[in-house]
């Protein structure tokens, strides 16, 4: 099977091509296609993941299908060793040039693997798109990292990450005990519930007088939403499917069904009929495409930004520390947590995940994200429900009792039960709108929709502010040596999440009251994933003489001193040369030209231009006559354990 090692932020990523799924994007998102022969994924990355005939080897295959004329793109997938998971590359990279490195050489690079550049952000990373005389994006990212020009080149993966929802045990509710918990369910007399063990959601909005705000926006990120659902009808704003950039959301169950069940724990409107969300005066602001995806990533969040998102409710993610987030997909979600709501900060929610494991889904430890666990209608730890350093609070959910959600009108229920129990595993019909839901997926809209009614009661509060009066306001559940000193617990958080007292905090909190600060200090999270530490600017050039062209030397070289011995020959321009960096210090260009002619004994060319406004000094291996000579030198510099220089005509520079 053909493999590929590429970079990644996590570790070189070992990718091995798939036999038989490839990648298509089409002009027009339902054309149907003869030559494909099962749809798999209908978007992943903006590409829909299919397979073609069976008879025909994949490369050849998808050669035949490039040339449909219903066909933008046509791609290979990979999968990960050990993973089932299909891995796309998005088309999109973001690189960053080695210091010093100019936009004329930059441009000279990217023009010879034919990418249109996106952004030039101010952080030195340039995000850059293939086009169709690109060679693979996965090529291109492996051949650029070799290059001692560049610093770093990322190719945008996407990769189906996981949406946290478990299949009930224990029976269905009619009615919302998670909101307030009597103790019993009127319709299943045989299970006890324990009195409390909920959200306090109806003593909260007891307490605020009302339902919460309508100027409150909720955004929920996940597949498959059922917009017409009586639950959700009439609330949506700023509706966005992702991979395209579209207002307009896919439906059926190609598309998933996921979303509808979260959105409506969280909005669910109080409309007379169906069910009542933790916040139902708020509005929807639905994002239709989970994805690992940097770019569509940053584009999700900006979206949520931009058009004015509180909270955005993420039941998903991930564990897998090959696809764990790296620097961009941190800097979209604290680019919401900080600089969302005019600067107070969107409040952004995650699941913890239902792997029951002692740590907990990457995304939930980014700073700023309040992580959720789950706990039980009896107030105990849901089994399934992640571990941790991270967690923030646990809301109920399954494990115990499950929780009554809306279903969309295509949800094929749970394929393995018996008709009867489809969707009611007690196999209580209650109607086509509904079914039993759980996990921390459900958990973690109930906390956004809590969240919701605490900037109801405050909409001054930062999403910092609201952060932490989830944790101080949270109720201690379970047994008390599951809590240390601090008040901290790995299964529970701070607590079960008590709306009625969050509300209550946030209201002292507008009236002018101090809010009750914690005695203990905040418990640290999990690592997260180093961020790439800014190139620091380099200091001034030294005024000192021009630095001469560095001819062979005809003594021994001497290490680690600041003595060198050179001599000044000026060089025509032609030929060749390999470029091996550029550097803004004088000193420093001469240890690495006194490095480079010890390692490798060939002649080293020194070119000083201006770059950016300061003296640059580019090295470079050469002359050669010839290109081939560069190539067989730059073969023997590469087996030597150098990065490949960048093969440049010396009339160029």
């Known amino acids: 099977m053909s493999q590929i090692n590429i970079p990644s932020e996590n570790g070189n990523l070992t990718l091995t091509k798939s036999t038989k799924l490839v990648g298509l994007k089409k002009h027009k998102q339902h054309t149907e296609m003869s030559e494909v022969d099962t749809k798999v994924i209908p978007d992943l990355g903006g590409f829909e993941i299919v397979t073609l005939s069976p008879t025909e080897n994949v490369d050849e295959a998808l050669d035949k299908v490039r040339a449909h004329d219903d066909v933008e793109v046509g791609t290979h997938i990979y999968f990960a060793e050990g993973d089932n998971r299909p891995v796309v590359a998005t088309g999109i990279l973001y690189v960053e040039m080695a210091e010093g490195v100019g936009q004329e050489e930059r441009q000279v690079i990217f023009d010879a693997f034919a990418l249109h550049i996106l952004e030039d952000r101010e952080d030195g990373t340039v995000v850059c798109k293939v086009t169709p005389q690109s060679p693979n994006p996965l090529k291109v990212a492996a051949a650029l990292t070799k290059?001692?020009?560049?610093?770093?080149?990322?190719?945008?993966?996407?990769?189906?990450?996981?949406?946290?929802?478990?299949?009930?045990?224990?029976?269905?509710?009619?009615?919302?005990?998670?909101?307030?918990?009597?103790?019993?369910?009127?319709?299943?007399?045989?299970?006890?519930?324990?009195?409390?063990?909920?959200?306090?959601?109806?003593?909260?909005?007891?307490?605020?007088?009302?339902?919460?705000?309508?100027?409150?926006?909720?955004?929920?990120?996940?597949?498959?939403?059922?917009?017409?659902?009586?639950?959700?009808?009439?609330?949506?704003?700023?509706?966005?499917?992702?991979?395209?950039?579209?207002?307009?959301?896919?439906?059926?169950?190609?598309?998933?069904?996921?979303?509808?069940?979260?959105?409506?724990?969280?909005?669910a409107a109080a409309n007379g009929t169906g069910i009542v969300g933790a916040a139902p005066m708020s509005r929807l602001m639905p994002l239709h495409g989970l994805t690992y995806s940097k770019f569509l990533t940053e584009r999700m969040f900006s979206h949520c930004i931009r058009n004015g998102a509180d909270v955005i409710s993420c039941s998903w993610g991930t564990i897998d520390p090959r696809y764990r987030p790296g620097t961009e997909h941190e800097r979209a979600i604290r680019q919401a947590t900080t600089a969302g709501r005019n600067g107070k900060g969107c409040v952004v929610v995650f699941a913890a995940g239902n792997e029951g494991r002692e740590y907990i889904n990457y995304y939930g430890t980014i700073p700023g994200v309040i992580a959720v666990g789950a706990s039980t209608s009896s107030d105990t730890h849901a089994s399934y429900s992640n571990?941790?350093?991270?967690?923030?609070?646990?809301?109920p959910s399954d494990g115990g009792w499950p929780i009554l959600a809306a279903r969309t009108s295509w949800d094929q229920g749970n394929p393995g039960?018996?008709?009867?129990?489809?969707?009611?595993?007690?196999?209580?019909?209650?109607?086509?709108?509904?079914?039993?839901?759980?996990?921390?997926?459900?958990?973690?809209?109930?906390?956004?929709?809590?969240?919701?009614?605490?900037?109801?009661?405050?909409?001054?509060?930062?999403?910092?502010?609201?952060?932490?009066?989830?944790?101080?306001?949270?109720?201690k559940i379970g047994n008390t040596w599951d809590y240390n000193s601090a008040g901290y617990s790995t299964k529970y958080g701070y607590g079960r999440v008590n709306a009625e007292k969050a509300v209550a905090e946030a209201l002292r909190l507008k009236n002018g009251s101090v809010i009750n600060q914690p005695t203990q200090p905040t418990v640290p999270t999990q690592p997260t994933v180093p961020t790439q530490p800014t190139t620091p600017t380099a200091p001034t050039t030294p005024t000192a003489p021009a630095p001469p062209p560095v001819t062979t030397p005809t003594a021994p070289m001497v290490t680690g001193t600041n003595l060198f011995r050179f001599s000044v020959q000026g060089q025509a321009k032609s030929g060749f040369g390999l470029q091996v960096s550029v550097n803004n210090e004088f000193a420093n260009v001469l240890k690495e030209v006194e490095k480079l002619e010890r390692q490798h004994r060939l002649p080293v060319l020194v070119n000083i231009s201006t770059v950016n406004g300061r003296t640059a000094f580019k090295i470079l291996i050469?002359?050669?006559?010839?290109?081939?000579?560069?190539?067989?030198?730059?073969?023997?510099?590469?087996?030597?354990?150098?990065?490949?220089?960048?093969?440049?005509?010396?009339?160029?520079?």
């Open 147 to 267: 290059l001692s020009m560049v610093h770093k080149a990322y190719p945008d993966l996407d990769v189906p990450l996981d949406q946290y929802f478990t299949e009930p045990r224990d029976g269905l509710l009619p009615h919302e005990w998670h909101l307030e918990n009597p103790g019993f369910v009127t319709d299943v007399p045989n299970f006890r519930l324990k009195p409390g063990a909920d959200a306090k959601v109806k003593a909260a909005w007891r307490r605020l007088g009302n339902l919460g705000s309508s100027s409150v926006i909720v955004a929920v990120i996940d597949n498959g939403f059922d917009l017409n659902h009586p639950d959700l009808r009439g609330k949506v704003v700023a509706p966005l499917s992702i991979s395209n950039g579209s207002s307009s959301l896919p439906t059926g169950a190609p598309y998933g069904d996921h979303a509808t069940p979260c959105a409506s724990v969280a909005v």
């Open 387 to 395: 571990r941790g350093n991270g967690i923030s609070v646990v809301a």
């Open 417 to 475: 039960a018996p008709a009867s129990r489809r969707y009611y595993v007690d196999g209580i019909d209650r109607g086509p709108f509904h079914k039993h839901f759980g996990g921390t997926s459900s958990a973690t809209p109930l906390v956004a929709g809590i969240c919701a009614l605490i900037l109801s009661a405050n909409p001054n509060l930062t999403s910092a502010q609201v952060k932490s009066i989830l944790e101080q306001t949270a109720d």
């Open 622 to 653: 050469g002359p050669f006559n010839t290109r081939a000579e560069a190539d067989a030198a730059k073969r023997t510099m590469v087996s030597q354990g150098a990065r490949e220089p960048w093969l440049r005509p010396l009339e160029s520079i």
